[in-house]
Protein backbone atom coordinates (compact mmCIF):
# COMPACT_ATOMS: atom_id res chain seq x y z
CA UNK A 1 0.00 0.00 0.00
CA UNK A 2 1.02 3.40 -0.82
CA UNK A 3 0.39 6.51 1.95
CA UNK A 4 -0.82 9.47 0.15
CA UNK A 5 -0.84 12.84 1.57
CA UNK A 6 -4.14 14.44 2.76
CA UNK A 7 -4.53 17.65 3.21
CA UNK A 8 -7.04 19.02 5.36
CA UNK A 9 -8.74 22.53 6.11
CA UNK A 10 -8.81 23.88 9.30
CA UNK A 11 -12.64 23.04 9.86
CA UNK A 12 -11.80 19.40 10.02
CA UNK A 13 -8.36 19.55 11.76
CA UNK A 14 -10.11 18.91 15.36
CA UNK A 15 -10.94 15.86 14.19
CA UNK A 16 -7.23 14.75 13.26
CA UNK A 17 -5.58 16.34 16.23
CA UNK A 18 -4.90 19.39 14.95
CA UNK A 19 -3.35 18.08 11.78
CA UNK A 20 -3.08 20.39 8.99
CA UNK A 21 -1.92 17.26 6.52
CA UNK A 22 -1.98 13.69 7.57
CA UNK A 23 -1.20 10.37 5.19
CA UNK A 24 -3.09 7.09 5.02
CA UNK A 25 -2.51 4.50 2.17
CA UNK A 26 -4.78 3.27 -0.18
CA UNK A 27 -5.42 2.96 -4.20
CA UNK A 28 -8.34 5.20 -4.78
CA UNK A 29 -9.66 8.10 -2.52
CA UNK A 30 -11.96 6.35 -1.30
CA UNK A 31 -9.33 3.89 0.08
CA UNK A 32 -7.62 6.62 1.92
CA UNK A 33 -10.35 7.84 3.24
CA UNK A 34 -10.83 4.89 4.89
CA UNK A 35 -8.10 4.32 6.20
CA UNK A 36 -8.05 7.97 7.50
CA UNK A 37 -11.16 7.39 9.08
CA UNK A 38 -10.29 4.17 10.71
CA UNK A 39 -7.89 6.57 12.45
CA UNK A 40 -9.87 9.82 13.07
CA UNK A 41 -13.47 8.07 13.43
CA UNK A 42 -14.74 12.24 13.67
CA UNK A 43 -13.57 12.75 9.93
CA UNK A 44 -16.11 10.16 8.56
CA UNK A 45 -19.37 11.76 8.97
CA UNK A 46 -17.76 14.92 7.80
CA UNK A 47 -16.90 13.29 4.44
CA UNK A 48 -19.20 10.71 3.77
CA UNK A 49 -22.69 11.12 3.55
CA UNK A 50 -25.38 8.28 4.77
CA UNK A 51 -25.26 6.94 1.11
CA UNK A 52 -21.45 6.32 1.08
CA UNK A 53 -21.18 8.62 -1.04
CA UNK A 54 -18.52 12.15 -0.97
CA UNK A 55 -20.64 14.67 1.28
CA UNK A 56 -22.25 17.28 -1.08
CA UNK A 57 -21.15 20.14 1.43
CA UNK A 58 -17.17 18.53 0.38
CA UNK A 59 -14.43 19.40 -2.69
CA UNK A 60 -11.71 16.71 -2.72
CA UNK A 61 -9.05 17.13 -5.20
CA UNK A 62 -6.69 14.63 -6.84
CA UNK A 63 -3.72 17.32 -7.32
CA UNK A 64 -5.57 20.26 -9.63
CA UNK A 65 -8.69 17.69 -10.08
CA UNK A 66 -11.82 17.71 -8.55
CA UNK A 67 -12.80 13.96 -7.78
CA UNK A 68 -16.40 15.04 -8.86
CA UNK A 69 -15.32 15.15 -12.54
CA UNK A 70 -12.94 12.06 -11.81
CA UNK A 71 -14.10 8.45 -10.52
CA UNK A 72 -15.64 10.06 -7.38
CA UNK A 73 -14.72 8.36 -4.57
CA UNK A 74 -12.55 5.42 -6.90
CA UNK A 75 -10.58 8.15 -8.76
CA UNK A 76 -7.31 6.47 -8.05
CA UNK A 77 -3.99 7.78 -6.70
CA UNK A 78 -0.22 7.21 -5.96
CA UNK A 79 2.01 8.42 -3.42
CA UNK A 80 3.00 10.98 -5.79
CA UNK A 81 -0.53 12.75 -5.64
CA UNK A 82 -1.62 15.30 -2.31
CA UNK A 83 -5.59 14.88 -2.18
CA UNK A 84 -7.00 17.91 -0.71
CA UNK A 85 -10.03 18.39 0.70
CA UNK A 86 -12.05 21.96 1.26
CA UNK A 87 -15.41 22.67 2.09
CA UNK A 88 -17.90 24.20 -0.08
CA UNK A 89 -18.40 27.72 0.57
CA UNK A 90 -21.61 29.36 -0.18
CA UNK A 91 -24.55 31.96 1.08
CA UNK A 92 -26.62 34.19 -0.07
CA UNK B 1 -28.37 47.47 29.35
CA UNK B 2 -29.64 49.77 27.19
CA UNK B 3 -25.97 51.99 27.95
CA UNK B 4 -24.05 49.37 27.95
CA UNK B 5 -21.18 49.39 25.10
CA UNK B 6 -22.04 47.23 22.15
CA UNK B 7 -19.45 43.94 22.43
CA UNK B 8 -17.47 42.81 19.63
CA UNK B 9 -16.26 38.85 18.74
CA UNK B 10 -12.75 38.66 18.94
CA UNK B 11 -10.71 38.57 16.79
CA UNK B 12 -10.53 41.76 15.76
CA UNK B 13 -10.49 42.29 11.96
CA UNK B 14 -7.64 44.01 10.62
CA UNK B 15 -7.37 45.05 7.08
CA UNK B 16 -4.36 47.28 5.41
CA UNK B 17 -6.45 49.81 3.21
CA UNK B 18 -5.15 47.89 0.03
CA UNK B 19 -6.02 44.96 1.37
CA UNK B 20 -9.63 47.05 2.25
CA UNK B 21 -9.48 48.29 -1.37
CA UNK B 22 -9.34 44.87 -3.37
CA UNK B 23 -11.87 43.62 -1.26
CA UNK B 24 -13.99 46.31 -2.25
CA UNK B 25 -13.49 47.07 -5.80
CA UNK B 26 -13.66 43.27 -6.60
CA UNK B 27 -17.36 43.47 -5.25
CA UNK B 28 -17.58 46.78 -7.40
CA UNK B 29 -16.22 44.75 -10.56
CA UNK B 30 -18.72 41.84 -9.59
CA UNK B 31 -21.61 43.78 -10.71
CA UNK B 32 -24.47 42.99 -10.83
CA UNK B 33 -23.79 39.84 -9.42
CA UNK B 34 -22.27 38.91 -5.85
CA UNK B 35 -18.54 38.83 -5.32
CA UNK B 36 -16.70 37.08 -3.09
CA UNK B 37 -13.30 35.85 -2.47
CA UNK B 38 -10.88 34.41 1.12
CA UNK B 39 -8.68 36.14 3.56
CA UNK B 40 -5.70 34.34 4.53
CA UNK B 41 -3.82 34.83 7.82
CA UNK B 42 -2.15 33.15 10.90
CA UNK B 43 -3.94 30.74 12.86
CA UNK B 44 -2.74 30.32 16.27
CA UNK B 45 -3.73 27.45 19.02
CA UNK B 46 -6.44 27.20 16.16
CA UNK B 47 -7.73 30.18 16.47
CA UNK B 48 -7.39 33.67 13.86
CA UNK B 49 -5.42 36.09 15.31
CA UNK B 50 -6.77 38.78 13.24
CA UNK B 51 -3.99 39.45 10.78
CA UNK B 52 -4.95 39.47 7.39
CA UNK B 53 -1.74 38.57 5.53
CA UNK B 54 -3.47 38.11 1.69
CA UNK B 55 -6.82 38.59 0.35
CA UNK B 56 -7.81 36.18 -2.37
CA UNK B 57 -10.56 37.47 -4.80
CA UNK B 58 -12.76 34.74 -6.58
CA UNK B 59 -15.13 34.29 -9.78
CA UNK B 60 -18.73 33.67 -7.72
CA UNK B 61 -19.29 29.91 -9.20
CA UNK B 62 -23.13 31.03 -9.12
CA UNK B 63 -22.90 34.23 -10.91
CA UNK B 64 -26.03 35.10 -9.21
CA UNK B 65 -27.37 38.72 -7.68
CA UNK B 66 -28.69 36.48 -4.87
CA UNK B 67 -25.63 33.72 -3.91
CA UNK B 68 -22.41 32.50 -3.92
CA UNK B 69 -20.14 29.89 -4.39
CA UNK B 70 -16.66 30.56 -4.31
CA UNK B 71 -15.19 28.52 -7.15
CA UNK B 72 -13.32 25.31 -5.99
CA UNK B 73 -9.97 25.98 -7.85
CA UNK B 74 -10.01 29.29 -6.61
CA UNK B 75 -10.10 27.86 -3.29
CA UNK B 76 -7.60 25.45 -3.84
CA UNK B 77 -5.11 28.05 -5.46
CA UNK B 78 -6.06 30.48 -2.22
CA UNK B 79 -5.28 27.50 -0.20
CA UNK B 80 -2.20 26.66 -1.48
CA UNK B 81 -0.50 30.26 -1.38
CA UNK B 82 -1.81 30.70 2.13
CA UNK B 83 -0.44 27.72 3.22
CA UNK B 84 2.94 27.85 1.41
CA UNK B 85 3.56 30.87 3.37
CA UNK B 86 2.41 28.87 6.71
CA UNK B 87 -0.54 30.70 7.16
CA UNK B 88 -4.36 29.37 6.65
CA UNK B 89 -7.67 30.52 5.00
CA UNK B 90 -9.16 32.20 7.87
CA UNK B 91 -12.43 33.79 6.41
CA UNK B 92 -14.23 34.82 2.87
CA UNK B 93 -15.78 37.67 1.97
CA UNK B 94 -18.89 38.38 -0.31
CA UNK B 95 -21.44 41.29 -1.67
CA UNK B 96 -24.67 42.02 -0.72
CA UNK B 97 -25.73 44.49 -4.13
CA UNK B 98 -29.16 45.97 -2.52
CA UNK B 99 -29.39 44.62 1.09
CA UNK B 100 -27.56 45.48 4.18
CA UNK B 101 -24.42 44.32 5.42
CA UNK B 102 -25.27 41.72 7.55
CA UNK B 103 -25.42 37.65 7.05
CA UNK B 104 -28.22 36.09 5.36
CA UNK B 105 -30.52 33.25 6.67
CA UNK B 106 -28.41 31.09 3.32
CA UNK B 107 -25.06 32.55 4.84
CA UNK B 108 -25.74 31.49 8.60
CA UNK B 109 -26.86 28.37 7.29
CA UNK B 110 -24.53 27.80 4.98
CA UNK B 111 -21.38 29.40 7.61
CA UNK B 112 -18.55 27.06 6.70
CA UNK B 113 -16.38 27.67 9.74
CA UNK B 114 -16.53 28.89 13.33
CA UNK B 115 -13.22 29.69 13.14
CA UNK B 116 -13.88 31.98 10.08
CA UNK B 117 -14.50 35.65 9.68
CA UNK B 118 -17.56 36.60 7.41
CA UNK B 119 -16.66 39.81 5.84
CA UNK B 120 -20.02 41.25 4.42
CA UNK B 121 -19.83 44.20 1.90
CA UNK B 122 -22.60 46.02 1.16
CA UNK B 123 -23.15 48.18 -2.14
CA UNK B 124 -26.73 49.44 -1.17
CA UNK B 125 -25.69 52.46 -1.09
CA UNK B 126 -23.40 55.02 -2.55
CA UNK B 127 -20.69 54.38 0.06
CA UNK B 128 -19.28 50.70 0.29
CA UNK B 129 -20.13 49.25 3.96
CA UNK B 130 -18.00 46.79 5.55
CA UNK B 131 -18.28 44.61 8.31
CA UNK B 132 -17.37 41.57 9.85
CA UNK B 133 -18.76 38.64 11.63
CA UNK B 134 -18.70 35.41 13.27
CA UNK B 135 -21.09 32.52 12.88
CA UNK B 136 -21.21 29.99 15.54
CA UNK B 137 -24.09 27.27 15.96
CA UNK B 138 -26.30 29.33 14.06
CA UNK B 139 -25.47 32.66 16.21
CA UNK B 140 -24.40 36.05 14.73
CA UNK B 141 -21.62 37.89 16.62
CA UNK B 142 -20.05 40.94 14.74
CA UNK B 143 -16.72 41.87 15.01
CA UNK B 144 -14.63 44.93 14.66
CA UNK B 145 -12.55 45.92 11.83
CA UNK B 146 -9.70 48.07 11.61
CA UNK B 147 -8.30 49.80 8.31
CA UNK B 148 -4.74 50.97 8.35
Keep these: MMAVEVRLPTLLRVHAD ?5 AADGATV ?3 FSALTAVYPGLSEQLIDAEGALHKF ?8 DIRYLGQLATPVTERDVVSILPAVAGG | MTDAAPTFATPTLRLS ?3 YERIVGHCYVGLPDEACGLIAGPVVAGAATGFVSDVYPAVNADASARTYTVDGRDYLRASR ?9 IG ?3 SHT ?7 PTDVRTAVDPMWVYILVSLRDDAPMLRAYRIRDGVIAECQVQVL
Design chain 1, 18 to 22: GAASV
Design chain 1, 30 to 32: GEV
Design chain 1, 58 to 65: VNVYVNDD
Design chain 2, 17 to 19: VSQ
Design chain 2, 81 to 89: DAEARGHDI
Design chain 2, 92 to 94: VWH
Design chain 2, 98 to 104: HTDPYPS
